[in-house]
């Protein structure tokens, strides 16, 4: 376990659903990040956080909402998606060194 | 030019063999450098940090080379459980962007 959890583990949802996933470290990091990586492809940044400030937005479609309330929670909001957005998406956290990530949560949009 | 690259491989080895990975980064102010590993539909974990005097951890060696933008592994003796995706990891420090390579597929055989 490397104190960042990420939920829910699995998410089937339909192309109207609106849904939210969920990530939680209380490490005292203060840079969070979601990562977004898709069958057999590398990991893709999506958004960064640092104390609670959007600092990057890797160009991501508005499909996906980012929020961060506090230092220690980050959501990704989902609608409207789309069959190709199916993936494994990473929640990570640092403070000053290494990366520590979740388990990830993996998405299949039907 | 890819802010950070790798050989995506496979590198297929016999088990016992030594295997090494190079890793290139184009920003020069990069500072804290990593190698992550990556199990099939797992996320990434730190294998471990790379200083400019190289570090070693068991059959594991990671090397720095500034002058050149360049990180590399060496794994010796082979496992079965060796077989991962290695990923390089590069950060830039700032508002703590952390930018991975796509990750080198190793596939240790009996």
């Known amino acids: 376990e490397t104190g960042v959890t990420q939920t829910p583990r699995h998410l089937v949802m339909g192309m109207t659903n609106k849904k939210s996933l969920k990530c939680e470290q209380h490490?005292?990091?203060?840079?969070m990040y979601w990562y977004k990586q898709s069958a057999k492809k590398p990991l893709e940044l999506m958004f960064v956080y640092n104390f609670k400030e959007q600092t990057e937005n890797n160009s991501v479609p508005s499909r996906f909402s980012p929020e961060c309330p506090n230092s220690s929670h980050l959501f990704l909001h989902l609608h409207t998606l789309q069959p190709e957005d199916s993936a494994l998406y990473l929640c990570?956290?640092?403070?000053?060194?290494?990366?520590?990530f979740g388990q990830g949560t993996r998405l299949t949009v039907v | 030019r890819k802010e950070v690259e790798q050989d995506p491989g496979p590198f297929n080895v016999p088990e016992g063999a030594t295997v090494a990975f190079n890793c290139t980064y184009s920003n020069s102010a990069s500072q804290s450098f990593f190698w992550y590993r990556q199990d099939c539909r797992k996320e990434p974990k730190l294998l471990m940090s790379v200083y400019s005097s190289g570090n070693e951890d068991g059959r594991f060696t990671a090397q720095l080379n500034r002058a050149s933008q360049y990180i590399s592994l060496l794994i010796r003796d082979s496992k079965l459980s060796d077989s991962a995706t290695y990923l390089c990891?590069?950060?830039?420090?700032?508002?703590?962007?952390?930018?991975f390579g796509t990750g080198t597929k190793l596939q240790v055989i009996p």
């Open positions: 990570a956290s640092k403070l000053n060194t290494e990366a520590f």
């Open positions: 490490l005292g990091h203060n840079a």
């Open positions: 990891v590069v950060d830039s420090g700032g508002y703590q962007k952390v930018t």
